[in-house]
């Protein structure tokens, strides 16, 4: 966990806002006798702290006491692009859509009412030139969101940004849920996923799973899925860790953290009537 720290701070550099900040997380604030936390999304720290918090919100408030069969994950796959700071209009238009789309469901059927979700908006980035390695699906999947016809390196950083979500669909149909959302602008090949919850596992377990998945904030290239605990054990096997560019890392640092900044703007949520 460290690694990925010490590569953020050296992305950032010590004349940034944020590196005094990160830099202080986990000491002791003797004045206030209280440990500090710089509350940044990357800081591996802070981000496991958080998990334990939106684990807690989850289990304790928004899906108490709801059965597996009526919990699914949802992943929705939002364009890609090469401008990061474009990205923000695309997450609130589909907050917007969601929002709507739940409030009309709604209006004409009442088992919509016990329909709720809370969502964590999430980062991956390629180069541009990777577009032909892709496997099928994700190659059909970034062609119809809208891969960028242009750019000025086949190095060039695109950004993908998605949604992974917990939902609970009290009577509705995992495919009801699915097909509405299709319906609503989200008919891209494989742009929406929805996965009915693990039922040998039990509800609580695949939540925890969900949120460990949804707040990972790796910034590997090689990344996907795997867990910091083995990525740690490797180091040991020989294993290098692929980072991002400092200028990637840098970006998606000042991106988490610009307007109200860190965890929250990446929380979403549609709560039950």
């Not at 409030?103 to 969502?119: E, I, K, S």
């Not at 999947?141 to 950083?157: D, H, I, N, V």
Request: charged share 30%; aromatic share 10%; net charge positive.
């Amino acid at each position: 966990m460290q690694e990925q720290r010490a590569q953020v701070l050296l992305a950032i550099g010590m004349m940034h806002p944020l590196y005094d900040r990160m830099a202080a997380c986990g000491e002791m604030d003797e004045k206030h006798n209280n440990m500090r936390v710089c509350g940044v999304p990357l800081c591996p720290r802070c981000f496991l702290r958080r998990r334990g918090k939106e684990t807690g919100r989850a289990l304790g408030q928004a899906f108490a006491d709801v059965p597996n069969e009526q919990m699914a994950f949802l992943t929705l796959l939002l364009e890609p692009t090469l401008d990061l700071s474009t990205v923000d209009a695309g997450i609130q238009a589909t907050k917007r859509r969601i929002r709507n789309l739940v409030a009309y469901q709604r209006r004409q059927d009442p088992r919509w009412n016990l329909v709720q979700l809370t969502g964590w908006w999430e980062m991956d980035r390629d180069n541009y030139g990777d577009l032909t390695e892709f496997g099928r699906n994700k190659r059909i999947a970034m062609q119809g969101l809208g891969w960028p016809l242009f750019a000025k390196r086949l190095e060039s950083t695109v950004w993908r940004p998605h949604l992974h979500g917990i939902v609970a669909l009290g009577d509705v149909t995992g495919q009801e849920f699915a097909d509405a959302l299709r319906a609503r602008g989200h008919d891209a090949p494989y742009q929406v996923s929805l996965k009915p919850f693990d039922r040998d596992q039990s509800v609580v377990r695949n939540i925890k799973g969900v949120i460990r998945y949804a707040l990972k904030f790796r910034i590997e290239r090689d990344f996907k899925g795997a867990s910091q605990e083995n990525c740690d054990a490797t180091r040991g096997l020989g294993f290098v860790r692929s980072w991002w560019s400092k200028g990637d890392i840098r970006e998606y640092v000042e991106w988490l953290m610009c307007k109200r900044g860190g965890f929250e703007r990446l929380r979403f949520v549609v709560r039950v009537l």
